[in-house]
């Protein structure tokens, strides 16, 4: 095996049984992260079973060994995350032509993990990969926090940023949670930056609320840690960041924090983002939303019968003329003026999660996604948007490499 370029605990070998290129996750020889290691590997194999042909943009998982003490895991090898990409593009964000590609094969992945009870439970732009930095064919990665809906174990779960509220308050959690967080990922390919960047779990929530509105009080009383989000009336206690800044509830629309006016869109991003898990949107619904579809939902056509003047005797109902069509606004947005460095004004810093809450935050790790793998046109081509596409992504990507 022919060790080359090292990025944390992930090295990139050579098989020499096929002459393949790999991605090997050397796990840290401790017991509790062999114990987690061992779970994913299972994962890994039973997701290799279920998707064979590779068709639900999930990472091929090749093979496990152990190597002086180390438990190994070997993958196919791929590129760079979506935050690298991401930031690659000086965090401009990108098209909804280009995210709306990359959203159908997170979805596949989602519906294939969802049919099979499986939460993945730590979904950030981090871990999911380009398979190539020319076209836009993506892959889900790092199965380690994942668990089956039924055997679930962990109660600290998800980066914070893409953190789902019924995780934050303390609340039972299920598949709708990486919903929340492929909401959080598609707002910050739009932005460029995270819809969400709270410094701590109390100003993550209030993050929520600025947009959203508090919780429903029901999913309040639910929650085992509502006192630390919720004076005795119910009421969300009032936040103040590193830098001062307060966030009171219900002060932001949705289309001013993104500064986008394409309805469909926004609509996703809202079914995706909904307070109440049991109201949230699946991805087999998504799948068939309007944003991947372009086909707009039928509306309801109401009709009036009249009472019948003698018995025995019926009108006829009289159809109603259809109503005038709506108008959508272009989804035109301005182009931001924004720096190469992290547009992240409250922390600018990231964390993962692995068993427990971390002491400090922690930096952005990198690690080593339905109309994908098309080649990408040339370099001149931009988005009418301003936002960079494929062209301009294959760009900076070139850049990076």
């Known amino acids: 095996m022919s060790w080359a370029r090292v990025v944390g605990q992930v090295v990139r070998c050579v098989d020499h049984k096929t002459g393949a290129l790999v991605a090997i996750k050397i796990i840290r020889n401790k017991k509790r992260f062999h114990q987690q290691a061992l779970i994913e590997v299972n994962l890994l194999q039973k997701l290799k079973e279920w998707d064979p042909h590779g068709k639900h943009s999930v990472v091929n998982f ?11 895991i ?7 995350n979506l935050y690298e990409f991401i930031k690659a593009h000086e965090f401009r964000g990108f098209s909804l032509k280009l995210i709306r590609v990359f ?3 997170m979805l596949s992945s989602l519906v294939l993990l969802h049919a099979k009870k499986v939460i993945h439970c730590d979904l950030k732009p981090e871990n999911i990969l380009l398979v190539h930095p020319l076209n836009s064919e993506i892959r889900v990665i790092d199965f380690g926090s994942s668990c089956f809906e039924n055997e679930k174990v962990y109660t600290y779960i998800q980066s914070r940023f893409y953190r789902s509220p019924e995780v934050i308050l303390g609340m039972s959690y299920g598949m709708p949670i990486d919903m929340w967080s492929l909401g959080c990922i598609l707002a910050e390919l739009f932005t460029g930056y ?8 109390q100003e993550q929530l209030a993050c929520i609320m600025e947009v959203f509105g508090p919780p429903e009080k029901h999913l309040i009383e639910k929650s085992s840690r509502k006192k630390l989000f919720f004076d005795s009336l119910g009421k969300p206690r009032l936040t103040v960041s590193s830098k001062g800044r307060r966030r009171r509830p219900s002060t932001k629309e949705l289309r001013q924090a993104l500064k986008c006016d394409d309805e469909a869109f926004l609509d996703f991003i809202t079914r995706c983002l909904r307070w109440d898990p049991a109201r949230r949107i699946s991805p087999h619904d998504a799948l068939k939303h309007e944003f991947l579809t372009g086909v707009k939902p039928p509306r309801p056509r109401m009709y009036t019968s009249n009472s019948p003047s003698k018995r025995g005797v019926t009108s006829a109902a009289r159809p109603l003329p259809d109503p005038p069509g709506t108008t959508l606004k272009s989804g ?14 409250g922390s600018g810093k990231r964390h993962s ?7 400090s935050p922690g930096k952005r790790g990198s690690s080593n996604s339905t109309t994908a793998g098309s080649a990408l046109p040339r370099v001149s081509a931009r988005s009418i948007s301003g936002k960079p596409d494929l062209a301009t992504a294959a760009a900076a990507t070139s850049l990076v490499s």
């Open 62 to 72: 090749t093979q496990s060994f152990y190597f002086r003490g180390h438990l190994c």
């Open 74 to 80: 070997s993958t196919e090898l791929l590129g760079m």
């Open 103 to 105: 959203t159908k094969q």
């Open 194 to 201: 995270p819809i969400f960047p709270g410094e701590n779990e």
């Open 332 to 345: 035109f947005m301005r182009t931001r003026d924004v720096s190469a460095n992290s547009p992240v004004k």
């Open 353 to 359: 999660t692995v068993n427990g809450p971390p002491s």
